[in-house]
């Protein structure tokens, strides 16, 4: 190996630069985000500022509920873990629920009505679809598709039942990305029949 300064791509003092960049960045990562600090005027019960707070919630896989405690910082969760008096969780939890703390709390989720690119009002998105509704009814349904995940709300069910019979040609479809079949099929033969 040939130690000819020309043939090297780097001296070792742009390495020791470059590395100690990568390490200063990856500690910056690693810690709170810099935010204006802005006192409460009025504090929230129950809140003391930097103290995670502590409450059990559900959160929907395939259409139920697995119950959850949820670690928060000022209304920010922080960490799922699983419910030990939960008969679903008892007390672990999955990648699914690892994940939903984006879904909980997401600080770049839209926060208004848009029409393509551009906001527009919740007016405006009622008058749209109304008038939606208003081409559909004319046309029984034909052609129009609902695709939702599994519903196991009985209200829910009862509100498309209700569209479907307003819209008798439209078709509701359900599917999971994540779903069940395995257990199911299990349970038939175990049991003799679909459960």
């Not at 896989?61 to 873990?81: F, Q």
């Not at 007016?123 to 599994?150: C, D, H, Y």
Request: proline share 8%.
């Amino acid at each position: 190996m040939s130690r000819d300064p020309a043939k090297l791509l780097m001296d070792r003092r742009t390495a020791l630069k470059l590395l100690a960049a990568g390490i200063t960045s990856t500690l910056a990562a690693c810690g709170r985000p810099l935010e204006e600090i802005v006192p409460y005027v009025d504090i929230p019960d129950g809140l003391t500022p930097g103290i995670p707070m502590r409450f059990a919630t559900a959160l929907p896989l395939a259409g139920y509920g697995r119950g959850v405690l949820v670690r928060s910082i000022e209304g920010r969760p922080i960490k799922v873990d699983g419910n030990p008096r939960h008969p679903d969780s008892l007390g672990s939890t999955d990648v699914f629920a690892e994940a939903s703390v984006l879904s909980l709390y997401d600080p770049d989720r839209s926060r208004a009505v848009r029409n393509r690119v551009q906001p527009v009002a919740w007016n405006t998105f009622w008058g749209v679809l109304q008038g939606q509704m208003q081409q559909e009814k004319s046309r029984n349904g034909a052609g129009l598709r609902i695709l939702t995940g599994r519903v196991t709300s009985p209200t829910l069910r009862r509100q498309f039942n209700d569209l479907l019979q307003a819209l008798p040609e439209a078709k509701w479809c359900r599917y999971e990305p994540v779903n069940d079949d395995a257990a199911t099929a299990g349970a038939a033969l175990a049991f003799g029949r679909p459960l």
